[in-house]
């Protein structure tokens, strides 16, 4: 069993920030692509942003600009690093270690709430 721990959600205001963390175990995220998710109620689960071993990163049109992955290798972490937070960005986020055929492990959830 993987555990990806996840950690940073919470509520947040229209134009603020946030920044996720998800730990992984070293064997897993030194040879995993990383990323983050989201599915808001109804909606399917899409990627957000990814980055590879080599720091190679992918984001969604709707969040370019505004997030930001990265990793740090010294303690296993992947950060996402999100501002100028819109209603439409609510929804629970998931970290996602990657690897094709040979692994795909999904963290717990953290819950995002942009609201007034």
């Known amino acids: 069993q993987v555990h990806l721990v996840e950690s940073g959600g919470g509520l947040v205001q229209p134009g603020g920030s946030l920044r996720l963390s998800c730990a992984a175990p070293p064997n897993i995220f030194n040879i995993y692509r990383m990323g983050w998710y989201r599915q808001a109620p109804g909606q399917l689960r899409e990627l957000v942003a990814d980055?590879?071993?080599?720091?190679?990163?992918k984001y969604a049109d709707s969040v370019k600009g505004r997030f930001t992955i990265s990793r740090d290798n010294a303690k296993n972490t992947v950060y996402l690093e999100m501002n100028s937070l819109k209603l439409e960005d609510t929804a629970v986020y998931y970290c996602?270690?990657?690897?094709?055929?040979?692994?795909?492990?999904w963290g717990q959830g953290t819950q995002v709430t942009v609201s007034s």
């Open positions: 980055i590879s071993t080599t720091t190679l990163t």
């Open positions: 996602n270690a990657n690897r094709g055929s040979l692994g795909d492990y």
